[in-house]
């Protein structure tokens, strides 16, 4: 079964985005903190990882350095924000993030990417 991990502080946005996933079929976990979502991905490997903010971010690349140890395997990973300045934007896919979608977060363009990588 694929496996999905939310990377989220926030209760609320959390449970949107594990609505947009309802029934998939598809492993979903959270990590509410860093420490919790190193944990996750050292145990297992994960189609894609949804990190809700960039606070995760303010370090550099080790969340994607972390996610991604195994050169066979590369999770997707999509940075879902309410930061829309260009800067932010091209400073998280440079480090690595393969989708920024912003909030309003459009659900059913988030399902659908999600999707496509879960079909591959």
């Not at 996750?40 to 949804?50: G, K, M, R, S």
């Not at 999770?75 to 400073?91: K, M, R």
């Amino acid at each position: 079964m694929a496996r999905i991990l939310i990377l989220s502080s926030d209760v609320v946005r959390t449970e949107l985005v594990r609505a947009v996933l309802m029934g998939l079929q598809a492993e979903v976990r959270v990590a509410e903190d860093l420490a919790a979502f190193y944990r996750l991905t050292e145990q297992l490997v994960y189609e894609v990882v949804l990190v809700v903010g960039v606070w995760p971010f303010c370090c550099g690349a080790e969340v994607l350095r972390r996610v991604r140890p195994r050169p066979l395997r590369r999770p997707e990973v999509y940075l879902l924000s309410w930061h829309q300045a260009e800067q932010t934007v091209l400073g998280m896919l440079e480090c690595g993030v393969d989708q920024y979608m912003t909030f309003p977060l459009n659900p059913g363009r988030l399902r659908a990417k999600v999707i496509g990588v879960l079909e591959r």
